[in-house]
């Protein structure tokens, strides 16, 4: 069976609180985007996981196997030889590694048949990761709490174009929290798709961003570039580092540097 893993970006992020937990609340709207991840997976005689694609060092490995214990612990499954082929760089805050971890959850139930109900997919997803549930149903979402509250929203970006960069940096999502600095000052993104997009930059902030462009000024540099080519709003997605933006009319960006550069019609 094949699978094209989808990641998403973060349209604002605010850090709301630290939890008793440990974990922090958050409020932001994920949208899901056409970068993919591919998964293949046949029986076999033992598990075996292959990795091909970009180089970067990945969590996918140990995400894709938890969910596939994940399962195991309830339902009968063969063992699996697992092929996962990385388009979608890491630790970019394009929940990639979330994505190829839901998905295999997903393929397992429909591929043998395990009729695990949406709601009890939610819950798996949780277990593995704060961002994995999203891709269950993998629309416009409000996201709250650590990541686990959903408010569904409207495709309110659909025909717009999106320009992706990544950059040869990268930021640990810890390294990310333990650097932010938390106010009260949070602003409501559940009504966001009915604001011009225009308006966005002066409200929809993403608060991972002082620390981040503090330590990498090429990340402000890529975030000027976007809106000097005509974004009508930029920002960076999840912790980092990638910098997406979101242009009216293709602005046929092909390349910057030599960072990793994605386009796409959303939808």
């Given amino acids: 069976m094949i699978v094209f893993a989808n990641s998403k970006i973060n349209i604002g992020l605010n850090i709301i609180g630290k939890r008793n937990d440990g974990f922090h609340n ?3 709207v994920f949208y899901p985007i056409k970068l993919s991840d591919v998964i293949e997976f046949v029986k076999d005689n033992k598990n075996e996981l292959k990795i091909t694609g970009i180089s970067l060092v990945s969590n996918s490995e140990n995400l894709i196997i938890k969910s596939y214990n994940l399962l ?3 339902y009968k499954l063969p063992p699996l030889k697992i092929h996962l082929h990385k388009i979608t760089p890491t630790e970019a805050g394009l929940g990639g590694g979330s994505a190829d ?12 048949k395990l009729n695990i109900s949406i709601k009890k997919l939610y819950e798996y997803a949780d277990k593995i990761g704060s961002d994995c549930s999203f891709f269950v149903e993998n629309k416009p979402t409000l996201v709250t ?3 686990e ?35 009260d000052t949070n602003i409501d993104l559940s009504k966001i798709y009915e604001t011009p997009i225009l308006e966005w930059k002066k409200f929809v902030i993403n608060d991972f961003e002082i ?9 402000k540099e890529i975030k000027d570039f976007l809106y000097n080519s005509g974004a009508e709003y930029a920002s960076m997605s999840g912790s980092g580092s990638s910098i997406y933006g979101i242009f009216n009319e293709n602005p046929n960006i092909l390349e910057y540097k030599d960072y990793f550069v994605w386009n796409e019609v959303m939808s």
């Fill in 26 to 28: 958050i409020q932001s």
């Fill in 72 to 74: 195991a612990k309830n």
């Fill in 101 to 112: 971890a839901t998905y295999i959850l997903m393929a397992l139930n429909n591929y043998f």
């Fill in 145 to 147: 709490g650590k990541g």
């Fill in 149 to 183: 509250k959903h408010i569904l929203l409207p495709n309110f970006l659909k025909g717009k174009y999106l320009v992706v960069v990544k950059p040869d940096v990268s930021i640990l999502t810890k390294e990310a929290f333990k650097n932010i600095n938390i106010d």
């Fill in 211 to 219: 620390y981040a462009f503090k330590k990498f000024q090429e990340l």
